[in-house]
């Protein structure tokens, strides 16, 4: 697949940006309708008409729930028949299968898998229109009557197939109208280039140690190599998908449009409560706000309370994948969220910071491995390794990989903190030659590495 390599979108973008700026203001959103699809398409030919058939469905049911206003049973109608087609087709390509298997195990039945492959941005693109259809039938917003704008919100090539979630709230008005400024610009360039280098040179590098733990078998690795190996996958997969969000927000900027922030050194975190603040921000909000207030909330009592974080965290863990795992996964966090507010928060603020600290990084690490190994049954032999304290705790392939990597693991982990930011910030020359060298890293290590995938790309 062509997305599998950031090579393609490095490659798409100095085309695609000489092609909007050239464009005249009144088209602007035409180019970018455009160049989005060709984006989609040249990565997912087959899935074309899907996207269209996603831009047509909400745009017209919008109208027409805007149209029926006063009538509250044709706009309930029209909204369940938005909702039924997304999730419709979200459950079809990504949990069909899921479905399937588990009827065969449970009825003994033997019905064949459907043959299809996963729509690359699905998850994001169905949840946000989503989200537009219903800030309309709850009159947040006006239905959009120009098609061609409401199809560059579906379609915005940026963050189109790892967000960050994107509501139409957020970017109506520069739909209509925006200035591209030198300043917005500038910024968006030095975001991006943040962004590649934190994909490019620090994902990637650290991700291949986690690659090789994971290839040498669970049962046959060391208590501190797991535990090395898992943690290098948590900052894998902070700088990857952090990256991808810095740029995508950085190449919004440079087309005119203000993306929402994505992540907040949730790493720096003091409770599982404020790393879900903090990780992830623009779906933690999506599900808050379509999902946990309109179930009640906190609003309906204690008991009520913990059936929606229970709900909400399901789902949250069901929207990453199907599989058991993610289930687990988003249990997993969902019972810790509510253990914290019947009353480990309130303990936790006795504790100096840094024992909340690790107790939060030490119950996210964990939830990571439910997160990446696929399987129940390597889920449990990892954690094994990682608790069998009578195992070999440190032996000679540990200190095989943690030697030529331990710069790298000290760098990454200062790097998810914000003391980078602050020297970049302050020091305007540190900035400036930071940026040119990391640009110049990032494309050599492009052109030479092989190792280049977006972990939420398979989202």
């Known amino acids: 697949m062509v997305f599998s390599s950031i090579l393609f979108i490095f ?119 989503m989200s537009y259809t219903i800030d309309v039938f709850l009159g947040k917003v006006k239905a959009e009557k120009n098609i061609i704008n409401f199809g560059a919100f579906v379609c915005l090539f940026p963050q189109l197939i790892a967000g960050p979630i994107v509501k139409y709230i957020d970017i109506s008005k520069e739909l209509k109208n925006r200035d591209i400024n030198l300043d917005e610009i500038q910024e968006g360039i030095r975001l991006f280039i943040l962004g590649l280098g934190s994909k490019v040179l620090i994902a990637n590098n650290i991700g291949s140690l986690w690659n090789e733990v994971e290839t040498m078998g669970f049962n046959n690795i060391s208590t501190i190599l797991a535990w090395m190996g898992i943690i290098a996958f948590s900052l894998q997969i902070y700088f990857d998908f952090n990256g991808y969000s810095l740029m995508a927000i950085g190449l919004g900027k440079i087309l005119g449009f203000n993306f929402p922030n994505n992540f907040n050194y949730p790493y720096e975190s003091r409770s599982i409560t404020e790393f879900w603040r903090r990780w992830h921000i623009t779906l933690g909000q999506w599900f808050k706000q379509y999902v946990y207030i309109p179930l009640g909330g906190n609003r309906l009592g204690r008991a009520r309370t913990y059936f929606n974080l229970f709900i909400v965290w399901f789902l949250t863990g069901l929207w990453h994948g199907a599989s058991y795992n993610f289930i687990l996964w988003g249990l997993y966090f969902g019972v810790v969220l509510i253990f914290e507010k019947l009353f480990l928060l309130e303990f936790l603020k006795k504790l100096p910071n840094w024992i909340k600290h690790f107790y939060t990084m030490f119950l996210v690490i964990i939830g990571f491995v439910l997160f990446e190994i696929d399987s129940l049954n390597g889920v449990y032999n990892y954690l094994i390794s990682m608790f069998n304290f009578k195992n070999i705790i440190v032996d000679d392939v540990f200190l095989y990989y943690l030697i030529p990597n331990i710069t790298l693991i000290i760098f990454a982990i200062i790097a998810s903190t914000p003391i980078i930011k602050i020297i970049l910030d302050r020091y305007k020359y540190i900035r400036i030659i930071t940026l040119i060298f990391g640009m110049i890293l990032s494309t050599s290590f492009l052109v030479d590495a092989s190792f280049n995938p977006f972990l939420y790309f398979r989202f």
């Open 11 to 129: 490659r798409f973008l100095p085309i695609a940006m000489g092609i909007y700026f050239l464009t005249p203001k009144k088209l602007k959103n035409l180019s970018l309708l455009i160049l989005s699809l060709i984006f989609y398409s040249w990565g997912e030919p087959r899935y074309f008409l899907l996207m269209i058939a996603s831009i047509f469905v909400d745009y017209f049911i919008s109208i027409n729930i805007e149209k029926n206003n006063k009538n509250k049973k044709i706009k309930i109608l029209l909204l369940a028949i938005s909702i039924i087609f997304n999730v419709g087709i979200l459950f079809f390509f990504k949990y069909i299968n899921f479905f399937i298997e588990n009827i065969n195990s449970i009825f003994n039945m033997s019905l064949n898998n459907v043959k299809i492959t996963l729509p690359l941005g699905i998850s994001f693109y169905t949840f946000q229109t």
